[in-house]
């Protein structure tokens, strides 16, 4: 009898889970576009800016109902991977390959200005991150096997490498992914975690560098993003995005800084580019076949979309959460 009690009680709890994620669903606010959107910065619950190939910039200031789209003059060839938002008028934006190139606008996006060039042939930037408005870093791809790791302090308006001796090593064909902008987090007040893939898929953070049970071992594989939700509880995507629908080894969960990591019980399903933190116990991640939410601290993550995006992003001051893509694909999280 007990046992019986105990099986009912699993399935309840198992069927009020599936309620609460069925809840989320996912609304298309654009679409029908060659342009591939990776970079996606949500100021709010209104503002959402978005970056991408063809020196593409998207900006809406009415929550998604409405777009002004811009080619950036001098840079439509350029693919801009990342772009950190601040308010309506002002964002910052990375071009990635050789010359790679950070911008800034400051009058919402109708003019841009060079704030650092660098024509170095194996420059290859991946993302940026930013502490708050003045504060802010960007890393790319080893070069020789250093990592790249530039910093300001003053809003973006200059840049500069950080000393030698704090400079990370990589290993023989260890890099980063350039797939949404989130393989670089600020982890408190002054640090930040990156983590890695390729060959070797690591974490790195403060002076360790953490080996990751994430797939790895071939140039498509390993890790793309990390969220942090304190500085010990961290989770982990990524896979191999020539396999969108493998869901081998994709995620991973630290609960203690990276002293141990754990698999979810049921994992995203397949490749993942990008995962954010929401508040509470809840997570999502998205990739090339769709979206997946858990409120369980990524123990269970459920399927609710199979729209395909690069990035999701919550607002920096509100709630709302948007995505990007390719095939100029933006959408927004509806609560049901």
Known sequence: MKKNIFQIMAVLLLNLFSIEIAAQTIKMLNSSSKVSLRGLSV???NVVWVSGSGGTVG??????????WTTVKGFEKTDFRDIEAFDKNTAIIMGIASPAYILKTTDGGQNWKVVYENKDSAMFMDAMEFWNEQSGIVIGDPIGDKIFIARTFDGGETWRGIPETNIPTAEKGEAFFASSGTNVRKLSKSEAVIVSGGLRSRLFMRDKKIDLPIIQGKETTGANSIAVKNKNCMIIVGGDFNAKNDTTKNCVITLDAGKTFTEPIIGPHGYRSCVEYLGKKNWISCG??????SSDEGQHWQWISNESFHAVRKAKKGKAVYFSGGGGRIGKLILN
């Open 288 to 293: 090339l076949n769709g979206v997946d939410y």
């Open 43 to 45: 100021v709010s619950d």
């Open 59 to 68: 900006r809406s200031i009415d929550a998604g109902e409405s777009w002004e």
